[in-house]
Structure formats: structure tokens, C-alpha cells
């Protein structure tokens, strides 16, 4: 009979514990992917990327290119932003993930009511005309809050052709028993 140290019986039944661990976590992320998957798999499909980032440009520009044609400056401020900040929502509403687009449109209508907060500032204090400071200022802040809303609908309109890019990549593992080899694995699939 072999003499064994602690050491090496410490180690002999620590590597078998590890192992023992490290299969309970596999299957149990496995339990749980497959509980998530189980629960999502009936609503998910795959979205065109060019579709989701189409109606997002067609929702931004559409109400804009239009404001061009009506006289009423009052309406033209309200299609122009109104398309500014609703319309990349369009997209995230073809992706089904239309909480991301609320969140961004509110950071929008943000920059807008900043802008328009200002402006009327500006202008409670008596004359408005572009001849005298006050005029330059409104014209300043204008230019600035309407270039960093098209500049934020142009990013989220970036990001919807990302998110819905990334909506169609799944990854799924889950353990494996090899028993032709006797030993365990890791099975991974990657759908994209």
C-alpha cells in the first residue's frame, strides 16, 4: 500500500469538488438559459437591420422634409421637432424595444425643452430682434440646440441599426458528456 500525504489528498478530492462545482453552475445557467429562452423563444425573430434603421431615418426625416412645405412657422417648429425626437422611435418599435427608444427621445425632448427654456429667457426681458444682443444670443442657442438634436437623432438612428444587429446574435451553452471519451464539456452554439 501507497503512503499519501494531506497534501495530496486535499488535492485529489479538491479537484474532484472543483469539477463538481464548476458542472452544478453549468446546469444550472443551463436551467436558467433555457427557462429564459423558453420564455422569449415565441416572440423572438429575427429584424432586418437596413428595415429597423430605415424607419427610423423615414420617421426623423419624413415630419421634417415636410415642415418645408408649410407656411405656418408654428407648425414647422412642431413637425421639425416632433420628427427630431420621435422619430427613431419608429425603429426600436420594429425591433420590439421600444423602452430603449423612449429613453433616448426623452433625452432628446431634454435638449429641446433646454432650448426652447432658454430661449424664452432671453426674451422675457423686452425685444427679441436679431439687430440687438439678445437677438444673437437666441440665434446662438437656437443653432446649438438644434444641431445637438439632429446630431443625437442621427447617433440613435446609428444605434438602431446596432441594437437590432446585435438583436439577431445569440449565444447559448450548456454542458456536454462525452462518452466515447468519458469526460465532460462545454457545447457552444452561435447563431448571427
Known amino acids: ?3 499519501m500525504n494531506q497534501e495530496s489528498i486535499t488535492f485529489k478530492y479538491g479537484y474532484k469538488l472543483f469539477f463538481a462545482r464548476i458542472i452544478l453552475l453549468f446546469l444550472f445557467l443551463e436551467i436558467q438559459i433555457t427557462s429564459l429562452h423558453a420564455q422569449s423563444s415565441h416572440s423572438f425573430k429575427t429584424k432586418s437591420s437596413a ?40 425603429g426600436y418599435a420594429y425591433m420590439e424595444d421600444l423602452g430603449t427608444g423612449l429613453k433616448y427621445a426623452g433625452i432628446r425632448t ?47 438612428i446609428n444605434k438602431v441599426y446596432e441594437r437590432s444587429r446585435s438583436h439577431n446574435r445569440r449565444l447559448s451553452l450548456s454542458p456536454t458528456y462525452y462518452p466515447d471519451q468519458k469526460t465532460l464539456g462545454l457545447s457552444a452554439s452561435w447563431n448571427f
Not at 54 to 81: F, H, M, N, R, Y
Not at 119 to 137: A, H, K, P, T, Y
Open 1 to 3: 500500500m501507497r503512503y
Open 51 to 90: 428595415s429597423a434603421s430605415g424607419l427610423a431615418l423615414l420617421g426623423t426625416a419624413g415630419p421634417a422634409l415636410s415642415s418645408i412645405k408649410v407656411e405656418d412657422g408654428t407648425t414647422q417648429l412642431l413637425l421639425l421637432s416632433g420628427g427630431l425626437i420621435a422619430g427613431p422611435l419608429l
Open 110 to 156: 431634454l435638449i429641446v425643452g433646454g432650448t426652447v427654456g432658454t430661449i424664452s429667457l432671453v426674451c422675457s426681458g423686452g425685444d427679441c430682434s436679431i439687430f440687438d444682443d439678445s437677438g444673437i444670443v437666441v440665434f446662438m442657442v437656437g443653432i446649438m440646440g438644434l444641431s445637438a438634436t439632429i446630431i443625437h437623432a442621427g447617433i440613435d
